[in-house]
């Protein structure tokens, strides 16, 4: 080896040395592996439609405790149905801030209860609302006088839920399946709507019971649906088989708290859905639930939880 060579090893070796101090700089420094979370990529089996460009429907199921509110947007049209407690008021603004969500083509009460329209009148007075659907009952209460106030306030009216009526929301289709009759019982006053886009469907029964049910089911109307919002926080008075079995659905959503008074969900109700293989999504264990669809495939922001348990064991 002659001078010139050994001079030209030791550059080499220099460099490599230098190399080499610059990768354990920049890994210390995290630049090459940053430390985010983000070090493996996510699964992912193919595009998600959360990063779509193309026209979607998304369903919110606002975790808004012992209490409804559902936000479904639809190619930046929006509908949302109920509003949580008086107490929500900012929970649910804020959510809609956070969505972008500007206007409202269409507010539901879908009944007088303080836990689905609670909320509402704070919604109606922030935000530009199109039309207010509610059924034909009204309640001696505060909170509905206010959202009638509101209503008035906004020189809006109130529009009655007619069973068969039908209403655009983007190019999805939502068609009012309840409350076919009148009620003694408030609940049984709700409101159900059936909401299509492509060939995907979603089913909202608010606090419906068996009674309504059975009328839905006496109507013959479609309630067939790959998600349904299960009626009154899933209580077992909304758990009516005949029903569910005419609805078939993939995924089930049940709203309620952790603790509540009520003991929702009840045992028969997640049993029903554990026998039957229905994937359970519940806001008490996983907080705020969202889907997306294109009209054929529906992803989830989440797994379905696997605790088919009620809200308090005692
Ligand atoms: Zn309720």
């Given at each position: 080896?002659?001078?010139?060579?050994?001079?030209?090893?030791?550059?080499?070796?220099?460099?490599?040395?230098?190399?080499?101090?610059?990768?354990?700089?920049?890994?210390?420094?995290?630049?090459?592996?940053?430390?985010?979370?983000?070090?493996?990529?996510?699964?992912?089996?193919?595009?998600?439609?959360?990063?779509?460009?193309?026209?979607?429907?998304?369903?919110?199921?606002?975790?808004?405790?012992?209490?409804?509110?559902?936000?479904?947007?639809?190619?930046?049209?929006?509908?949302?149905?109920?509003?949580?407690?008086?107490?929500?008021?900012?929970?649910?603004?804020?959510?809609?801030?956070?969505?972008?969500?500007?206007?409202?083509?269409?507010?539901?009460?879908?009944?007088?209860?303080?836990?689905?329209?609670?909320?509402?009148?704070?919604?109606?007075?922030?935000?530009?609302?199109?039309?207010?659907?509610?059924?034909?009952?009204?309640?001696?209460?505060?909170?509905?006088?206010?959202?009638?106030?509101?209503?008035?306030?906004?020189?809006?009216?109130?529009?009655?839920?007619?069973?068969?009526?039908?209403?655009?929301?983007?190019?999805?289709?939502?068609?009012?399946l309840g409350p076919v009759k009148k009620y003694d019982d408030l609940n049984d006053w709700s409101i159900v709507l059936r909401v299509e886009y492509g060939a995907r469907s979603f089913l909202f029964c608010a606090d419906a019971e068996r009674p309504a049910l059975q009328d839905i089911l006496?109507?013959?109307?479609?309630?067939?649906?790959?998600?349904?919002?299960?009626?009154?926080?899933?209580?077992?008075?909304?758990?009516?088989?005949?029903?569910?079995?005419?609805?078939?659905?993939?995924?089930?959503?049940?709203?309620?708290?952790?603790?509540?008074?009520?003991?929702?969900?009840?045992?028969?109700?997640?049993?029903?859905?554990?026998?039957?293989?229905?994937?359970?999504?519940?806001?008490?264990?996983?907080?705020?639930?969202?889907?997306?669809?294109?009209?054929?495939?529906?992803?989830?922001?989440?797994?379905?939880?696997?605790?088919?348990?009620?809200?308090?064991?005692?």
């Amino acid at each position: 080896m002659n001078r010139k060579d050994n001079a030209k090893q030791q550059m080499l070796i220099r460099a490599l040395i230098f190399i080499a101090i610059l990768i354990v700089y920049l890994v210390m420094q995290g630049d090459l592996f940053p430390s985010d979370g983000y070090n493996s990529p996510a699964p992912t089996a193919g595009p998600s439609l959360w990063n779509s460009d193309g026209p979607t429907m998304e369903v919110h199921y606002i975790d808004v405790g012992q209490a409804d509110s559902i936000l479904v947007s639809v190619e930046g049209e929006h509908m949302l149905i109920d509003a949580g407690n008086n107490e929500d008021e900012d929970l649910v603004l804020q959510y809609l801030a956070e969505q972008g969500v500007t206007s409202l083509r269409y507010v539901v009460g879908t009944h007088p209860h303080e836990d689905h329209i609670g909320a509402l009148d704070g919604v109606i007075l922030n935000m530009d609302v199109e039309k207010v659907l509610m059924p034909k009952v009204s309640a001696n209460t505060q909170t509905y006088e206010n959202v009638l106030k509101a209503v008035k306030k906004k020189k809006l009216k109130v529009t009655a839920a007619v069973p068969g009526d039908t209403y655009e929301l983007g190019s999805a289709v939502v068609t009012v399946l309840g409350p076919v009759k009148k009620y003694d019982d408030l609940n049984d006053w709700s409101i159900v709507l059936r909401v299509e886009y492509g060939a995907r469907s979603f089913l909202f029964c608010a606090d419906a019971e068996r009674p309504a049910l059975q009328d839905i089911l006496n109507t013959g109307r479609t309630v067939a649906s790959d998600v349904i919002k299960m009626g009154h926080h899933g209580s077992s008075s909304s758990a009516y088989d005949k029903f569910l079995e005419a609805v078939n659905p993939t995924w089930a959503v049940i709203t309620c708290e952790t603790g509540n008074d009520y003991n929702h969900p009840h045992i028969e109700t997640v049993e029903w859905l554990k026998e039957n293989q229905i994937l359970l999504f519940r806001t008490d264990k996983q907080g705020h639930v969202a889907a997306i669809t294109d009209g054929q495939t529906i992803e989830w922001n989440m797994e379905p939880t696997d605790d088919y348990s009620r809200g308090i064991i005692k």
